[in-house]
C-alpha cells in the first residue's frame, strides 16, 4: 500500500533518540501532503515539505483555532496546550495578536538578550561547578539543561525559582500527548492558574522590574494593554514555553556535538563557530516534539492538494527542515552553515516570541561548556540516549557526560 492510501500513526516514531525516521523522507518525496492518525484517534493532515510548512505557517487563514467542534484533537484527554481554553485567550490573529506580540516582544529584544548574556553565563558556570563537584558521570540534562532556563525566565516573569519542580510538572501536564490522565491535567492546570493568579496579586500589589510588573502597569484594554485574564495565561504561557523547549535543546544540542566527538573538537578549535553551530543543531533536531497543528477556516491549496474547510493540519518544522530542496546536503550537519534559513522557531507572526532568548542560551550554554569542560565526552554510547515519550516536545530523558 502507498503512503498516499496508509494512515499512519503521528507522532512517528523514531528509533534513534537523535535521527529522524525514515518516513520522513519518503513522505516529503512521495506525500508531501499525508493523512495521519493523532494520539486521540482523530484524523489530521501532515506537511513535511519546506516550501508547504513555510507557507501555511505564514498564511492567515491556518489559525490556532483548534478548540473548534471540528478540529482533531491532540490527544484523547482533549485539553493541553493546543486544544484547551487557554490557548484562545491569546489573540489569535490579526491586529489584536500583533499588539499582544508587541507588548510581550518588548522583553525579548535582541538588546535585552544581550544584556542578559553576563547573568547567564554566571548561572551556566555555577551549574557546571556544582555537576563536576558531584562527580562522573553527570546528567548534562538535569544538571544544567533545565535548570539554566527556568532560572532565566523565573528572572524574567518575576517568579521565585525555587517553585521550578512545580512549573515543571505544570508545564508537562500542559504539554501531554499520552502521558497523563484527564482528572490529573484538571488538577494540574487548576493549581497552575492559582499560583499565577497569587502572583499576579503580589506584583500588583508591589511591581519589580519584570515583565508581569510591566504588562499589569500597561494598564487593561482600554488603556491599550491585557486584561486580567490575558495577562494571567501570557505569564503561564511564557513559563512553560521559557523552560520545556530550551531545556531539551540544551540536552540534545549538546549530545548531538559529542555524538561525533570530531564536532567538538572544531568547535575547540574556532569558538566563532558556535553561533552558526546553534543554528545547525536547530535545524538538524529530528526530535523536537510534535511540530505545529493549525485549523483551516476555509478551503486551501497546498502542494497540488485541496485541503477542506476544518481541515487540521500538522507542519512537522523537523521534516522540513532537512529537506534537500531547500538545503544542500540537508542530512548533513555543516557547523559553518550561512544562511541557515531553518523552520525551527517556526515562520510569519506567530514565530516563536522567544527565539532570541533561546539562541542567547544555547550560544551560552555552548561557550562556557567549551571554556570549562574542553574534555566533555558523552558517557553511554549514542544508541543508548532515550527520548521522553507522551509530550508535545521532542527531548532527551537523561543525558550522561564525563569530562
Known sequence: MSLNEQVLSYPIPGDAALEPPAEWAELRGKCPVA???????DQATLLTRYEDVKQVLADPRFTRRLNAPDAARMSAEGGG?????????????????QHWRRL?????????MTALRPAMAEIAERLIDDMVKRGRPGDLKASLGFPLPVYVICDMLGVPAADRDRFSYWSDTLLNLTRYGQAEIEAAQGEFVQYMSEHIAAKRAEPGD????????????????????????????????????????IGKMVSML???????????ADPSLIRTAVEETLRLDANSGFGLPRYLREET?????????????VCSMAAANRDESAFEAAAEMDLSRSPNPHLAFGAGAHSCLGQALARTELQVVLEVLLRKLPSLELAVPVEELERVEGLAVGGLRTVPVRW
Open 35 to 41: 493523512h495521519v492518525k493523532l494520539p486521540s484517534g
Open 81 to 97: 496546550v493546543f486544544n484547551s481554553e487557554m490557548a484562545t485567550i491569546i489573540p489569535d490573529g490579526g491586529e489584536e495578536h
Open 104 to 112: 510581550v516582544g518588548k522583553w525579548f529584544t535582541a538588546k535585552r
Open 210 to 249: 519584570d515583565l508581569l510588573s510591566a504588562l499589569i502597569a500597561a494598564g487593561g484594554p482600554e488603556d491599550g494593554g491585557l486584561s486580567d485574564i490575558q495577562i494571567l495565561v501570557t505569564g503561564m504561557a511564557l513559563l512553560v514555553a521559557g523552560h520545556e523547549t530550551t531545556a531539551n535543546m
Open 258 to 268: 559529542l555524538a561525533d566527538r570530531s564536532r567538538w573538537e572544531r568547535l575547540l
Open 301 to 313: 491549496e497546498v502542494s497540488g492538494t485541496v485541503l477542506p474547510r476544518g481541515t487540521t493540519v
